[in-house]
């Protein structure tokens, strides 16, 4: 089998024969034989064996058929190396043993070891690099998302603490962000050194802030840390996460090659709002998942006939993965989108050559 190379060509905005697709935590519970290595091993047991992560990473691409994978990580693994003792656990997700709550805490936060304390991570991009004929994307958590759980001392609903830090102290704010954002460039610089074939920032919860708030607290450490990046040759991905439609207009100065977009803005509006200057990548919202797999496909099917409009489109969902998702039809569905949209690009050339 050659390379597949698809889904790199869409976020060059390059025309390719395909949709490249593939889905958000797409190495997850929903998959049985994950769940059985879970009974076994937690989340980090599974990332600091390289050899598992590698394995776990590559279940998706076997059984589904999409175009790239994902890095097996976790979006908290580096703040362990800058002084942050965290667990993940179950039905909660992130828990930290000692939030940041002042600048005390702020100061302490130390530089990033990526190869002394984050070798594992690297060791399985080596070795996915070595046995993948699809692209590789390794990915980092944003750091208004990471500042999220390292403040809020869990995940929140309404980020009171978060908000609070940064209206009352917005220097010890930018402190922290500073700090987090060169955690970010080195965890991806070397993520890309040992074979990452692309790197997606996940700001998943950022779409908590308006607009005016993000410009002010957030924008400028997201412009840095791909400015800072812009020298990498290989795609860049930003995904502001769900509800984040509104933050769109002001991405415009970002160095990303690809923005993701959630399900409530469409592909054609996304893409206005972001002024014609990136790669798309969403947007089905996952809970259609949950449909009869004629359902699915309708769905699918208005996104990727609208995805097609310009180059540049990658088929996603508009956020993670759900334990109850079924692989038959997530198999079902990235056989549908190659199929369909085959068809649809062929048509559309077709329609395009003969009017030259």
Not at 1 to 30: H, L, T
Not at 153 to 174: A, D, F, I, Q, V
Not at 302 to 323: A, V
């Amino acid at each position: 089998m050659s390379y597949n190379d698809r889904f790199i060509r869409a976020c060059r905005k390059e025309q390719a024969d395909q949709v490249p697709v593939w889905y958000m935590r797409q190495a997850g519970r929903y998959d049985p034989d994950y769940r059985k290595i879970k009974e076994k091993y937690s989340l980090l047991e599974i990332c600091r064996q390289p050899e598992l992560a590698a394995e776990v990473t590559m279940m998706p691409v076997r059984k589904l058929g999409v175009d790239a994978a994902i890095l097996y990580s976790d979006i908290m693994n580096p703040v362990a190396s800058i002084g942050i003792d965290f667990d993940i656990v179950a039905n909660v997700g992130p828990v930290i043993a000692n939030p940041i709550r002042s600048a005390d805490d702020v100061e302490r936060l130390k530089p990033i070891d990526v190869e002394g304390d984050l070798g594992h991570v690297l060791e399985t991009i080596r070795l996915l690099d070595r046995e993948l004929e699809v692209p590789l994307i390794t990915f980092a958590g944003a750091p208004f998302t990471i500042a999220s759980y390292l403040i809020e001392g869990k995940p929140s609903k309404n980020y009171l603490r978060t908000k609070e830090m940064m209206y009352s102290e917005p220097e010890l704010w930018h402190e922290l962000m500073r700090k987090l954002g060169d955690m970010v460039i080195a965890y991806l610089r070397a993520h890309i050194a040992a074979g990452g074939k692309a790197f997606q920032l996940f700001d998943s919860w950022v779409g908590a802030l308006t607009p005016a708030d993000f410009r002010q607290f957030v924008l400028p450490t997201i412009e840095r840390i791909f400015a800072e990046l812009s020298d990498i040759e290989q795609p860049k991905i930003y995904f502001p996460g769900v509800s984040s439609g509104e933050l769109l207009p002001t991405l415009h100065q970002v160095k990303a090659d690809v923005i993701g977009l959630d399900w409530r803005v469409t592909i054609e509006e996304g893409r206005r709002r972001l002024g014609g200057g990136f790669a798309v990548q969403g947007n089905l919202d996952p809970t259609v998942l949950t449909a009869p797999i004629r359902v699915i496909e309708s769905y699918a099917k208005e996104i990727i006939d609208s995805g097609i409009d310009e180059p540049g489109f990658i088929f996603n969902l508009g956020h993670g993965l759900f334990p109850e998702a079924s692989i038959e039809k997530l198999a079902e569905l990235t056989a549908f989108i190659h199929s369909y949209s085959e068809k649809a690009i062929a048509a559309r050339n077709g329609k395009e050559a003969s009017r030259v």
